[in-house]
């Protein structure tokens, strides 16, 4: 904090070095939500990263969330100049960890319709939002990797459809995350970052945003976006 301060940032984070992963250790903050390890992972570019199975256990509830606390000791260094900002998974983020193949048969002990999921979803971060508002949170950013995944030339044979299909399924997470953002508490900046996975450097998806731009861009009602564009991975813009 001290480094950005120094260097002018009006932002301020603490680089969320409590976290073993970036989107999973939120998710298990919430009731309902179980983890192992177990040495599956997903595949980047030319290396497998390890990640814990995360999947339900019964029905999504907010709790008290830990990362609230994370929050309110970065909330301890702001000044008149900066505002101390948080990042958590975009619900889209969590709606997709628990319908992937490995997830589905469990998720549907609990819930018949992906609809009854994205509802308790959120619900449950529309109450974790209020709690960093309580907090102090004015800025709070969406993590979301769903769209570098849909944007990537593969996603018609990753997602088991067709060109159209991945259009309605752009269509459910940008929905699933506007829920959320419009139900946020007044004064709260609530925008996202879209990236292609980050690893050891390696990247998970490549590819420009043209298969993403209509719903993601035109669609999604995000204060800002932080977005990578212009390399190798991520194309044009």
Known sequence: VAKQKKAGYHIITDG?????YWHLDFMWGFEGVGHEQ??????????????EDTYLT????????????????LKQFEDDETVAKYTIPAPAQMFQQM??????????????TNEEL??????????????????????????????????????????????EGLQKIQQTYKDINNRVIANAPEGVAVTTHVCRGNFHSTYASSGAYDAV???LFAEENAAGYYLEFDDERSGGF
Not at 38 to 51: M, P
Not at 59 to 70: E, L
Not at 100 to 112: D, G, I, K
């Open 213 to 215: 731009a209509d719903a």
């Open 38 to 51: 177990t040495g599956a992972g997903v595949q980047f570019s030319g290396e497998l990263a390890s990640l």
């Open 58 to 73: 019964g029905k999504v509830k907010a709790v008290p969330h830990p990362f609230v606390t994370y929050f309110q000791f």
């Open 118 to 163: 994205i509802q308790d979803i959120g619900l449950a971060y529309q109450n974790v939002i209020h709690q960093f508002y309580d907090a102090g949170c004015r800025n709070l950013q969406l993590d979301d990797c769903t769209w570098g995944m849909l944007a990537d030339k593969t996603a018609p044979l990753a997602y088991g459809t067709t060109v």
């Open 99 to 112: 319908i992937v193949p490995q997830n589905f048969q469990s998720t549907r002990e609990f819930y018949a």
């Open 16 to 20: 969320e070095y409590r976290r073993e």
